[in-house]
Structures are given as structure tokens and as C-alpha cells.
């Protein structure tokens, strides 16, 4: 599932189609066979003929911002990307559901293999604001200074300190954008055993974690620029993650640190990863 670093770099990557006009947005025949996508053509026709101003990132969300005030809100799902399209040969991926065409090459296609990917078409930017899961959205993980402070007050509320803070991690009230892959990065680089409960945590350590966050989520977007993780970025390029990876996926490898065994276990149905030598 794509997580706040990898929607950044989706972002990023759709860069070059930014200011360009849009000649028409279609949906693929094969959207058609799900409900979600039916009776979207006809408000994506009023969009024929505008720019793309912006895209924004709000967490796991884009936000399609045009020349006009109507603006389109897409969830990458568990398998949703973005894909350049370069030029009139290069052929649909297997599983568009919703092709961006522009006056100019490059086109760009919604490519959705598991079909959780979501659009949601709103008649102004502050509609979008109210749609309660971006209105409840946490810290942006991805701010270039993490706001620490506002941070501690979160973690600190009630609701979470009889919770083990490896699921805590996961509740994008808290901070947005963290999945399963950099909750078990920041914990690891925090030394911090994902089974603790929040009640438990030191201020020094939840300092501690907060900062490894923002290092682990902005880690994260740097080695996605340059090559990518298993997921691809709109560009076809696969990624580099696993490299820096400290934990996650390396169940039964050796911590590089202390040589133990890295563990796996299971939170709320959820895979985290650790050493229980080293995350204390
Ligand atoms: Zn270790």
C-alpha cells in the first residue's frame, strides 16, 4: 500500500503535466464494470479544456486543483498509481480505469490493479477540506520542520495511552502518512519496542520518535527520487526502499546492529517488525 512518502513522490513525478490543457479525461471501458466509476463522465467532461493548476498531497490524498473551483480528490488505494504515458504508441497498463489526456504529450493514466483507488469530485477546494477523513488528518509527517510540540500534545491525549504504540503509529489522526513499511523504520531508528504502551513512553523518548519519523518519512522520499521502492512511480521505475530498510520485511535476518534475529509480529492485524535487543 502506498504511504505518504510514495504519494509525495506520485506527486512529484506528475510534475510535468502541471499548467498543461486538458483535452479530455476519459474513463477506460474496463472502469465501467465498477459502480464507483459510473456516472463520473459527465462531470470529468466539464473539466475538457482546463489547466491542471496544482496537485496537492494532504497525507495519503492528491488533490487535482484547476482552472476553475470544482477540484478532484483521488486515494491511491492499495495499488493506485499514476502513470506517464509518453506518446501515442505506448500502450494502456492492464488496469486503467481513468486516462488524462492533454493538448500536449505526456497523457496520464490511473492504473488500479486491486480497484481501491478512489475518486471523489468536489465543487470547491473547502468542500474537500470537509471530507472527514482529510478534516481529521494528523501532523503531515512530510512538513520540511516537524512540528514537535503539536506532536507531543497528540500522543499525549488519552485516547491512546493504554495502546501499544505500533498500532498508535498507524492512526492517521496522529500523523499522516504513515503506513506498515515506516512504522516499524521509525520505531526501529527511535529504539522503541512497538508493543509498548503509550502510557509508557518517556517525553525524552517520545521526542525521540517524532523526530525519527520526520527522518524516516523524509529518508523515504529522497531514495524514491533518485531509484524506487516495489512500488513504481509514474515514470515505470521500481524502488530502492528495501536497501535502507532496517526492519521491515527482514523477518528472521540479523539486526545490523546487534546481530539478533529481527521479529515479526502481529498488531491489529497489521505486520510490524523489530529487534527486541536493540527497540527497547
Ligand atoms: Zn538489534
Given amino acids: 500500500m502506498p504511504e505518504g512518502p510514495e504519494v509525495e513522490c506520485v506527486k512529484r513525478s506528475l510534475k510535468q503535466v502541471i499548467g498543461k490543457k486538458i483535452r479530455k479525461i476519459k474513463l477506460t471501458e474496463l472502469s465501467q464494470k465498477y459502480q464507483k466509476y459510473q ?103 512530510l512538513l520540511a520542520v516537524f512540528p514537535l510540540n503539536e506532536f507531543l500534545a497528540k500522543i499525549g491525549k488519552n485516547n491512546y495511552s493504554n495502546r501499544e504504540i505500533g498500532s498508535v503509529l498507524l492512526d492517521q489522526k496522529l500523523v499522516a502518512g504513515i503506513g506498515n513499511i515506516y512504522k516499524s523504520e521509525s520505531l526501529a531508528l527511535a529504539k522503541i519496542n512497538p508493543t509498548r504502551l503509550v502510557r509508557t513512553l518517556t517525553l525524552e523518548e517520545r521526542k525521540k520518535l517524532g523526530n525519527s519519523i ?15 521502492n516495489s512500488f513504481r512511480n509514474p515514470d515505470g521505475n521500481e524502488g530502492s526502499g528495501q536497501i535502507w530498510h532496517k526492519v521491515y520485511g527482514k523477518q528472521d535476518e540479523k539486526c545490523k546492529e546487534c546481530g539478533n534475529e529481527i521479529t515479526r509480529i502481529v498488531q491489529n492485524k497489521r505486520s510490524t517488525f523489530y529487534c527486541h535487543k536493540c527497540q527497547i
Fill in 39 to 141: 456516472n463520473k463522465q459527465s462531470f470529468f467532461d466539464k473539466l475538457n479544456g482546463c489547466r491542471l493548476k496544482e496537485i496537492e498531497r494532504i497525507g495519503k490524498f492528491l488533490i487535482f486543483k484547476f482552472d476553475r473551483e470544482e477540484v478532484v480528490l483521488n486515494h491511491l488505494g492499495m495499488s493506485g498509481n499514476w502513470i506517464l504515458l509518453k506518446n501515442k504508441s505506448q500502450a494502456l497498463p492492464s488496469h486503467s480505469k481513468v486516462l488524462i489526456e492533454f493538448d500536449i504529450f505526456p497523457n496520464i493514466v490511473f492504473d488500479d490493479m486491486r480497484n481501491f483507488g478512489q475518486f471523489k469530485i468536489y465543487h470547491n477546494y473547502e468542500m474537500v477540506l470537509q471530507h472527514k477523513p482529510i478534516q481529521k488528518m494528523g501532523i503531515d509527517g
Fill in 214 to 228: 520526520s527522518k524516516i518519512l523524509h529518508k523515504a522520499v529522497e531514495s524514491m527520487g533518485s531509484t524506487f
